[in-house]
Nanobody, 126 residues
Framework: VQLQASGGGSVQVGGSLRVSCAASGRTFSSYIMGWFRQAPGKEREFVAAMSRSGSSTYYADSVKGRFTISRDNAKNTVYLQMNSLKPEDTAVYYC????????????????????WGQGTLVTVSS
């Protein structure tokens, strides 16, 4: 599967932004999808993940209640709606796809994802 992230940009503190990730190739609905981010000088970290059907999600504690992951299997797209943005949310956001056999907390781990998009930059300024 090939992944293409888009929708990044600059936003003020407290603002909202939605990033998207379009997939092509093998059947999109067969993949668990995740979002990760990497801030300057920091390691890549987990943000959110969604099961194949879209019925289950995991979120990092730092974004819980502010970010929402969703997917449209008919459009082969996964989204990350980001609200109440903070300066510490500034990062390159990456979408990723996993073929892991089951949707568990393991999907918070980078190593479970075999396919990655190129990333889209989100900058939050005060």
């Amino acid at each position: 599967v090939q992944l293409q992230a888009s929708g990044g940009g600059s936003v003020q503190v407290g603002g909202s932004l939605r990033v998207s990730c379009a997939a092509s190739g093998r059947t999109f609905s067969s993949y668990i999808m995740g979002w990760f981010r990497q801030a300057p000088g920091k390691e890549r970290e987990f943000v959110a993940a969604m099961s194949r059907s879209g019925s289950s999600t995991y979120y990092a504690d730092s974004v819980k209640g502010r970010f929402t992951i969703s997917r449209d299997n008919a459009k082969n797209t996964v989204y990350l709606q980001m609200n109440s943005l903070k300066p510490e949310d500034t990062a390159v956001y990456y979408c990723a796809a996993s073929t892991y056999y089951r949707f568990t907390s393991n999907l918070r781990e980078i190593r479970q994802y075999g396919y990655w998009g190129q990333g889209t930059l989100v900058t939050v300024s005060s």
